[in-house]
């Protein structure tokens, strides 16, 4: 079942809070000179029109990132904010960066980026938005494909997972996956966003993976300001395994942009 589109939901809330603490953590990895691999299990199409209609259509734009830029609210020295003008730059003021293009503006020439997408669709318009003889663009499930190449040469290196949670079971599944990849990629910095909903699931799941020893793990939950628990998603969560060193305190400081 493929029926989630990024494209109603980009520059959300949530994307601002997924993509802030990606770029934050980028941009400290990419401090040492040593090449790194960047992967995604579920990449979405990395460029998206905030004036398209699906855009409109939710209005999750002009409340998230559009707001939030009008309002001066992020400092312009954040790498996020620097990713955004420069996305805006090259492709007009109304686009907006997805996860891979956040990545690879700031990853370097040396690193190589590994991205999986299975809907047809997204695909394809990923391989558009995405170039260069250093990205691998993969029409495959991104649980499969990801494990299937870790660890990747460069060892250094990023995973970010980021599902759409179509269905229950997919909780549990990711929280196996996680376990899955440190065992085989212990080096690998993990990084898994999920939505906070009513019905609770993302609860198990993150206790599971807290209690399962991973090292240097961090969870990090925001509320949205004046959104009940009983009306869809209410807040943004993050988690991470090997957190790099200094991160944490920038991640809780761009809580603040969530409101
Ligand atoms: C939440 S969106 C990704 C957004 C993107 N990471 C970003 O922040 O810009 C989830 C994407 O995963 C894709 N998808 C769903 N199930 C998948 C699977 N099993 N393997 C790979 N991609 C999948 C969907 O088509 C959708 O484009």
């Known amino acids: ?30 401090e040492k000179p040593k090449p790194l691999s960047y992967m995604e299990t579920h990449a979405g199409r990395a460029l998206y029109d905030l004036a398209a209609a699906e855009a409109l259509k939710t209005g999750e734009a002009a409340r998230g990132i559009l707001r939030l830029l009008a309002d001066g609210r992020i400092p312009p020295e954040h790498p996020y904010r620097q990713v955004i003008e ?24 040396e690193d190589r980026v590994h991205l999986m997408e299975l809907h047809p669709q997204e695909h394809a318009a990923l391989r558009r938005a ?8 993969h029409r495959r499930d991104g649980y499969e494909g990801v494990l299937a190449i870790a660890p990747p040469t460069p060892r250094r290196g990023l995973v970010l997972i980021d599902p759409s949670f179509e269905i229950k079971t997919e909780y549990a599944q990711v929280a196996d996956f996680v376990v899955a990849l440190h065992r085989k ?10 939505p906070l909903l009513g019905a609770g699931l993302h609860e198990a799941m993150a206790l599971n993976l807290g209690a399962a020893g991973l090292p240097d793990f961090l969870r990090r939950e925001v509320r949205f300001d004046g959104v009940g628990e009983r009306v869809g998603m209410f807040g943004s969560g993050l988690i991470m395994i090997n957190t790099p060193y200094g991160v ?7 809580e603040a942009l969530v409101y």
Request: contains cysteine.
């Open 1 to 30: 079942m493929l029926s989630y589109q990024h494209a109603y939901h980009a520059g959300s809330l949530a994307d601002v809070h997924k993509h802030a603490a990606l770029a934050v953590i980028l941009s400290r990895l990419c």
């Open 185 to 194: 990629w212990p080096q690998a910095v993990i990084m898994l966003w999920y």
């Open 86 to 109: 420069l996305v805006r730059s090259q492709y007009g003021a109304n686009f907006y960066p997805g996860s891979p293009l956040i990545a690879r503006t700031l990853l370097r020439p």
């Open 130 to 137: 995405m170039h260069g003889r250093d990205v691998h663009i």
């Open 248 to 254: 944490t305190p920038l991640i809780d400081a761009d």
